[in-house]
């Protein structure tokens, strides 16, 4: 098992930065890929980015890349979503996603889940 909690969000106006933290406990947290999720109300639930479990390895949706940045310290336990550039269009509540074996873009893949934290850019 890993627990998974996110933090970090907040209401920002377009162009400030947030960073997102993913932290973990449980189980190694270091054998797992990370990714990043986000969801509007009404809306999917869509990829943002993935780290594999060494950090040697990230993916960005079209949309985020060039602004956000995934990075993980496994010695914290942690996993970050820098986020430059903010948009209104990256309102969202954000999740961070855990998997032993998967690395992809796709939500239902991954096991491990946290709460979420609500991301919100005012205009």
């Known amino acids: 098992q890993v627990q998974l909690v996110e933090s970090g969000g907040g209401l920002v106006q377009a162009g400030d930065s947030l960073r997102l933290s993913c932290a973990a406990s449980?189980?190694?947290?270091?054998?797992?890929?990370v990714g990043w999720f986000r969801q509007a109300p009404g809306k999917e639930r869509n990829f943002v980015a993935v780290?594999?479990?060494?950090?040697?390895?990230?993916d960005y949706a079209d949309s985020v890349k060039g602004r956000f940045t995934i990075y993980r310290e496994n010695a914290k336990n942690t996993v970050y979503l820098q986020m430059n550039s903010l948009k209104p269009e990256d309102t969202a509540t954000y999740y961070c996603?855990?998997?032993?074996?998967?690395?992809?873009?796709?939500?239902?893949?991954?096991?491990?889940w946290g709460q979420g934290t609500q991301v919100t850019v005012s205009s």
């Open positions: 449980g189980r190694t947290f270091s054998s797992y890929n």
């Open positions: 780290i594999s479990w060494s950090g040697g390895r990230t």
């Open positions: 996603a855990a998997d032993e074996r998967r690395y992809g873009r796709n939500w239902y893949e991954y096991v491990y």
